[in-house]
């Protein structure tokens, strides 16, 4: 239905933009301010678009433990995570604090390979290395 490589360069648009307004927004508020009405705003349109696509029959499909992982998902990264990153944001340039941030692949590789028993290749390597370079070469 979706194209993977459609979908990722458009998360990557939106996700390029993103800081551009939360650091703006961030001027006088405090993090977890900010943080708590993007997320009231944000579940409002979810339940708007729920209802509108007629979702809310497929949340009877789900699984306990799926749920558990969602929302475990959650807590990482859009609570925790995503709080870590507005006093990034708030306290850093954007064009250090983002780059820092959209190194999680890095973790998630490393995490993947210890925990999901996922193979690691040549190329793997390779990322995990230019990830890295990337996060020291911003000290400069």
Known sequence: MFNAYLMAGLAMVFWGI???????GLGEMQPIVALTIRSLVISVILLITMTVSGQWGNIAE????DTTYIVLEGICAALLGQLAYYYALKFGEVGRVSPIVA???????LLGIVFLGEKVTFYK???????????VLLKY
Request: hydrophobic fraction near 70%; glycine fraction near 6%; charged fraction near 5%.
């Open 18 to 24: 993103a800081p551009i307004f939360g650091k703006l």
């Open 62 to 65: 789900v699984t306990a433990k």
């Open 103 to 109: 190194a999680f692949p890095l973790v998630a590789l």
């Open 125 to 135: 390597i390779v990322a995990a290395f230019l990830i890295t370079s990337g996060i």
